[in-house]
């Protein structure tokens, strides 16, 4: 199911750069290499015990508990550094964005204040205003300070998981997953796997003994074990599945939320392009057509983050496994 996700936003042509090159490197993170090593040795644990003609089927139900586990938190592993690095794919733009609205806020203030300059010169301004605006300048200034840290830390947190990545928007996002996602997660969820294979251990074992030959007191310790398992196998079931539903439940108003922030950004594209237009034949000012481009770069960095928002739930699911 996973492989398949990936695929579709692998051929998602919006999408060919530069996310899916960075889902790319998610094999390379040092968790997702340390569960391969120990997936690796299970595995060829597997094959000796097949290759073994004295093996008894409890190693060999051992070993294949093992391989299958080992791979099944492999899978997850996979899956959580996908989903780090989207988060930190998302914090990385959000941060160059926010550096960039930044930079045109102080633009506009600069321009405020000269033209405050210009109009208490002129007399139609207070040294009071005057201060405002010197004001504003500084707190813009500061603001792009630390935006720039902000940003510098941001790409150095994607770096440490993908090497030196400079992250694009994203135009397109993948699908809505269906309700069956939650139960094919669960099918492949670790902990899950790991209480089904103690389960099946403990049935094969009480299996393996006879009440004329074992003491009673053995068999029903192994039945009471067991009932235990069976008992905390229903339980962590039923709270994976409701945790699950849940973070499934929340993909669709996320996704709404985009449609939403698409129209605001269109909406503020409209009116920077009118603006514009006013501006090239007299009727508009330096200043508004800074303060509209401001308010469409606003518009811009809210996009991205409804998108993130998104992705960042999308992959958070595909992670919880």
Not at 39 to 47: I, N, S
Not at 110 to 116: F, Y
Request: aromatic share 4%; net charge neutral; no cysteine.
């Amino acid at each position: 199911m996973r492989k398949a996700l990936l695929a579709l936003l692998l051929l998602s042509p919006a999408l060919a750069q530069p996310l899916p090159e960075a889902l790319k490197r998610a094999p390379e993170v040092a968790a997702v290499v340390s569960a391969r090593l120990d997936y690796e040795v299970k595995a060829k644990d597997l094959a000796r015990t097949l290759q073994d003609p004295l093996r008894t089927p409890l190693t060999e139900l051992q070993a294949r508990q093992g391989e299958a586990l080992a791979q099944a938190r492999l899978q997850r592993a996979l899956a959580q550094a996908e989903s780090d690095i989207v988060a930190a794919y998302a914090q990385a733009l959000e941060a160059t964005l926010q550096r960039e609205l930044a930079e045109k806020a102080l633009e506009v203030a600069e321009l405020g204040l000269r033209a405050t300059e210009v109009r208490v010169r002129g007399g139609g301004a207070t040294s009071l205003d005057l201060l405002e605006a010197q004001n504003r300048v500084l707190e813009a200034r500061k603001n792009l300070e630390a935006a720039r840290r902000g940003e510098e830390s941001a790409l150095a947190a994607l770096a440490n998981l993908v090497g030196p990545w400079k992250p694009e928007a994203v135009r397109e996002l993948p699908p809505l997953p269906g309700p069956e996602v939650v139960e094919a997660l669960l099918k492949a969820h670790a902990d899950l796997l790991q209480l089904r294979q103690s389960l099946e251990l403990i049935r094969f074992q009480r299996g393996l003994l006879d009440e004329g030959f074992a003491p009673r007191k053995d068999i029903e310790a192994l039945e009471d074990q067991a009932q235990t398992l069976e008992a905390n196998l229903k339980n962590l079931e039923r709270s994976l599945r409701l945790g699950l539903q849940s973070r499934h439940a929340q993909l669709s108003p996320l996704l709404q939320g985009v449609k939403t922030a698409e129209e605001a950004y269109r909406a503020a594209k409209e009116r920077y392009a009118a603006e514009e237009k006013r501006f090239q034949a007299g009727l508009a000012s330096r200043l508004s057509l800074l303060q509209q481009e401001l308010a469409l770069k606003q518009a811009a960095l809210a996009l991205e983050q409804a998108k993130h928002a998104y992705l960042k739930a999308y992959y958070g699911l595909l992670a919880s496994r």
